[in-house]
């Protein structure tokens, strides 16, 4: 099947490492902040979400910070393991004309390494 | 978080020809979108559905490209007209009520030849 992940940014890490994938968004205005992961073949699954009167949230083995000041949203993954193989995206709402889609980042293709 | 149920999940249609893609919720939602995730992109939103009137389109999108229906809170259909190769991408239906995070089918891939 078609990759998505064929012209995006690549990350390869080892096994059990930790990762850091990074995202800058594009509107100050944005209010809320959703990191999902897109598996080939299936579509996008929510991974954890931040609002922004927030700078941390915390979940099992993930972790959002978000940096209003500098725009840039990161998403800190623990220990990863062969599961955590996939593409991620960072979107944020409340920007555009569609008040409450969602635009994405562009993605980031994590690969993790026996 | 609510399952959604897309059809197609895949189809290979003829330039010039239109495609319905259909999706089903299991409960009921305030919020249904349409996206596009060209091959090897990220998704770009198309429009959002709204029950019982126009859908609301985003900037590059025209409702007699992608005419949208959503007749209940549970169900929505996105056209894909007059096809070109240049419409083949994974359209995606996605959900959400006011406030939380957007949940996604598993999306229909289309390839136009």
């Known amino acids: 099947g078609e990759s998505v992940g064929l012209h995006l940014p690549t990350l390869s890490v080892q096994e059990g490492d930790n990762s850091i994938i990074n995202c800058a968004y594009s509107n100050s205005a944005s209010d809320y902040f959703i990191w999902y992961k897109q598996e080939s073949g299936k579509g996008p699954q929510f991974i954890i979400d931040i609002r922004s009167n927030m700078d941390k949230r915390q979940g099992q083995r993930v972790t959002v910070l978000l940096n209003k000041t500098v725009k840039h949203l990161s998403l800190q993954i623990a220990a990863t393991q062969p599961g955590d193989s996939a593409v991620y995206f960072c979107a944020e709402k409340g920007v555009g004309g569609g008040a409450d889609g969602l635009t994405f980042g562009k993605g980031t293709h994590l690969i993790i390494q026996p | 978080s609510a399952v959604i149920s897309q059809k197609p999940s895949r189809d290979i249609c003829q330039r010039g020809t239109s495609l319905t893609i259909q999706c089903q919720v299991d409960?009921?939602?305030?919020?249904m979108f349409w996206y596009r995730q060209q091959p090897g992109q990220s998704l770009t939103l198309i429009a959002t559905a709204n029950q019982g009137s126009e859908a609301t389109y985003e900037s590059g999108f025209v409702i007699d490209k992608f005419p949208i229906s959503r007749p209940n809170l549970t169900f929505s259909t996105l056209t894909v007209s007059n096809m070109s190769p240049e419409d083949s991408s994974i359209y995606l239906c996605?959900?959400?009520?006011?406030?939380?995070?957007?949940?996604f089918g598993q999306g229909t891939r289309l390839t136009v030849v």
């Open positions: 996605s959900v959400a009520q006011a406030n939380t995070e957007a949940f």
């Open positions: 409960s009921q939602v305030t919020m």
